[in-house]
């Protein structure tokens, strides 16, 4: 039996993302398997919904900075993902920016899901921030997470969503999320089927299932998610 990607997932509120990835693995439409689940807050329904699925918990003392962790709960993240043996970390709604130091550390092995079609519209509230820009298309990305520019790394997919007339900002986010849930399932097959090869800023998915005598299965990770 092939061997399952073993996740490590980062959580800072509801978490449907961390539920949609759950709910596939368990569904065994998704060869992984939650080796833990990090939150920066001990009241965050996804934590309820990890210890429900009895996926392990650790909690961070993230410090007084609201955006960052401080430099304890940094080591104490590295530890958790080391000592569960994760192999892929999922940013599914952290609300924490990661130092340069623990990105580094885990360079390659972490993903975010990002509601918007990036680079347009980085950083807190993207539905908002597409709304009041007039965009009449928005999205979701699932993109590595570099040190750098937040909501910066090399794109893996994107879906779009229409705008639609007359939206208010809970119902593009809602529209938005439901779509999330759909790619970074589907992203995480691939990473699972060892199909994700990274050059540069650009991302190639080896699809075997078209592979022929020259290769030709390899195809552009952004195309393929748009088929």
Same mark, same amino acid.
């Given at each position: 039996? =092939?061997? $399952?990607? %073993?996740?490590?997932?980062?959580?800072?509120?509801?978490?449907?993302?961390?539920?949609? &990835?759950?709910?596939?693995?368990? @569904?065994?439409?998704?060869? *992984?398997?939650?080796?833990?689940?990090?939150?920066?807050? =001990?009241?965050?329904?996804?934590?309820?919904?990890?210890?429900?699925?009895?996926?392990?918990?650790?909690?961070?003392?993230?410090?007084?900075?609201? @955006?960052?962790?401080?430099?304890?709960?940094?080591?104490?993240?590295?530890?958790?993902?080391? =000592?569960?043996?994760?192999?892929?970390?999922? #940013?599914?709604?952290?609300? %924490?920016?990661?130092? !340069?130091?623990?990105?580094?550390?885990?360079?390659?092995? &972490?993903?975010? &899901?990002?509601?918007?079609? #990036?680079? *347009?519209?980085?950083?807190?509230?993207?539905?908002?921030?597409? #709304?009041?820009?007039?965009?009449?298309?928005?999205?979701? !990305?699932?993109?590595?997470?570099?040190?750098?520019?937040?909501?910066?790394?090399?794109?893996?997919?994107? $879906? *779009?969503?229409?705008?639609?007339?007359?939206?208010?900002?809970?119902?593009?986010?809602?529209? &938005?999320?439901?779509?999330?849930?759909?790619?970074?399932?589907?992203?995480?097959?691939?990473?699972?089927?060892?199909?994700?090869?990274? %050059?540069?800023?650009?991302?190639?998915?080896?699809?075997?299932?078209?592979?022929?005598?020259?290769?030709?299965?390899?195809?552009?990770?952004? !195309?393929? *998610?748009?088929?």
């Amino acid at each position: 039996m =092939a061997s $399952r990607l %073993r996740l490590g997932v980062l959580v800072s509120g509801r978490g449907s993302n961390l539920e949609a &990835i759950l709910g596939a693995i368990a @569904a065994g439409r998704l060869a *992984a398997e939650a080796r833990v689940v990090v939150s920066d807050r =001990a009241d965050a329904p996804a934590v309820a919904l990890a210890r429900a699925a009895q996926v392990p918990v650790v909690i961070l003392d993230a410090g007084p900075k609201p @955006a960052r962790l401080d430099l304890a709960a940094e080591r104490e993240l590295l530890e958790a993902l080391r =000592a569960h043996q994760v192999e892929l970390v999922v #940013l599914a709604g952290f609300m %924490r920016i990661l130092s !340069t130091a623990v990105l580094e550390a885990i360079a390659g092995s &972490i993903i975010n &899901i990002h509601p918007s079609l #990036l680079p *347009a519209f980085p950083g807190l509230d993207a539905p908002r921030q597409a #709304l009041d820009y007039g965009v009449q298309v928005s999205g979701c !990305t699932v993109h590595f997470v570099d040190p750098g520019a937040v909501d910066g790394g090399a794109i893996i997919a994107q $879906r *779009a969503v229409p705008v639609h007339a007359g939206d208010s900002r809970d119902q593009l986010a809602e529209r &938005i999320l439901a779509e999330e849930h759909r790619l970074l399932v589907e992203v995480l097959g691939w990473f699972s089927a060892k199909q994700v090869e990274r %050059r540069g800023r650009r991302v190639w998915i080896n699809d075997r299932s078209r592979e022929g005598g020259t290769g030709s299965g390899m195809q552009a990770a952004g !195309t393929a *998610a748009g088929e």
